[in-house]
């Protein structure tokens, strides 16, 4: 009796909107309380994570990309990206798809992407003949892109609560983020003012040479971090120190955009708050889904399912209606920490390979971010546009639909995550 008041006053809690940590806390302590499990298990595990020398990256890429997000860099790698693709067809809001999927990869899906490059965008789409709808409707949709790209923060964290080596899940990452952006692409192209008759930029040689000169600083960033994981030079950590420091010199020593005395300090203050949400979350998350491993929970469901779903196919669609929903009410943070240790076992029975399931996972909770009522990427346009709610429902929905074909193709298409292990 005592155990369900405790558990009804912690749903109470979460109605009233108490912040996920501390009811993620308050299930582990009544769920071990009242079960009579050991709690050691725990913190191993979390002892397991804490001393993973990833765990590392986690701050130096946040407050690399919060260097960048805060520096002019964003109008740099805008105008190289214009002036070298705004001829093409659909070349300016192909860009700004590129741009913002760039300073995802970096800042995590935290809405950093939104507001540091929204109010850029928007003016750029609006004056080369492109509809309000589907400017608002690019932007939001493209805070969470990136997340398939190295050197993404939910691709670290999910490797390490799920035990999967992270340089495969950067590779195997890579070509379902290409395939996102393409489909996104091709809706760029055909809402073009080429494609609705308007003119169009011409390349200039002479204003990309000068963007380059201006950006190739940053924009050979991402090529010598990819080269030097995979060309075996460095280690994911030693890339992201590496990363930190780069970012930090350039831009407050050599670009000068940032005051070593008055903006660094505030940068910390805000990739740190960042950091110490997700590891708040993880300390707190992680002995609630302990117990529910403990206690056999994903065994349980799998034998449910087995009545309803037969075949792996049948599971993955299951999946994927279930993570678009978890997408939709989570943070991708609290989702990879709370729902992955869940859902492995109950995969691994099915037949789905685990780096798959990772891609799966990332690509749905990437998509979840925009999934109405409540996607988080809808709140923050609507707060950065003063729009009302309702009009970025209306403006991102042909994206979510084009971002659930791409689902749906990674989902089905194995080999576009696993090619490279072949």
């Not at 997000?69 to 192909?94: D, N």
């Amino acid at each position: 009796m005592t155990g369900t008041v405790a558990a009804l006053g912690i749903v109470f809690l979460a109605i009233l909107g108490t912040p996920l940590f501390i009811i993620m806390s308050l299930a582990a302590l009544v769920a071990f309380t009242f079960s009579g499990v050991e709690v050691s298990a725990v913190a191993q595990e979390f002892y397991r994570i804490s001393s993973a020398p990833t765990l590392m990256t986690i701050p130096l890429f946040t407050f690399a990309g919060y260097l960048m997000a805060e520096s002019k860099s964003p109008q740099r790698l805008l105008k190289l990206a214009e002036t070298g693709l705004g001829w093409l067809p659909g070349g300016i809001s192909i860009v700004a798809l590129v741009v913002c999927a760039f300073f995802t990869a970096f800042t995590g899906a935290s809405g950093v992407t939104i507001i540091a490059l929204g109010g850029l965008i928007y003016p750029i789409l609006m004056r080369d003949g492109y509809s309000e709808k589907y400017t608002l409707g690019m932007i939001t949709a493209s805070g969470s892109l990136g997340l398939l790209f190295p050197p993404s923060l939910p691709i670290i964290l999910y490797g390490m609560v799920a035990k999967v080596d992270i340089d495969k899940l950067f590779k195997a990452g890579i070509v379902p983020g290409i395939v996102i952006m393409v489909v996104l692409s091709f809706w760029a192209v055909y809402n073009s003012p080429k494609h609705t008759g308007e003119k169009t930029n011409k390349f200039i040689l002479k204003d990309f040479v000068a963007a380059l000169k201006e950006a190739w600083l940053e924009a050979l960033l991402p090529v010598a971090v990819l080269v030097g994981i995979y060309g075996g030079i460095v280690t994911v950590t030693e890339a992201a120190a590496f990363t930190a420091l780069y970012i930090f010199i350039v831009e407050v020593f050599i670009y000068k955009d940032l005051d070593l005395f008055k903006d660094i300090p505030r940068v910390i203050v805000d990739s740190m708050s960042l950091v110490g949400g997700i590891l708040l979350i993880l300390c707190c998350a992680l002995g609630f889904t302990n117990f529910l491993v403990d206690e056999e929970v994903p065994l349980k469901i799998f034998a449910l399912m087995k009545e309803f779903l037969h075949d792996k196919y049948s599971f993955l669609l299951f999946l994927n209606i279930f993570l678009l929903i978890v997408g939709c009410l989570m943070d991708i943070f609290s989702a990879i920490i709370v729902v992955v240790p869940l859902i492995i076992p109950i995969a691994n029975d099915f037949g789905v390979d685990p780096i798959h399931l990772a891609i799966i996972f990332l690509a749905n909770l990437e998509i979840g971010y925009l999934t109405p009522p409540v996607g988080i990427n809808l709140f923050i346009g609507s707060f950065r546009f003063n729009k009302p709610i309702t009009t970025l429902y209306r403006a991102s929905v042909p994206f979510l639909v084009l971002l659930i074909i791409a689902l749906i193709i990674i989902t089905y298409v194995p080999s576009l995550s696993l090619f490279w292990f072949k």
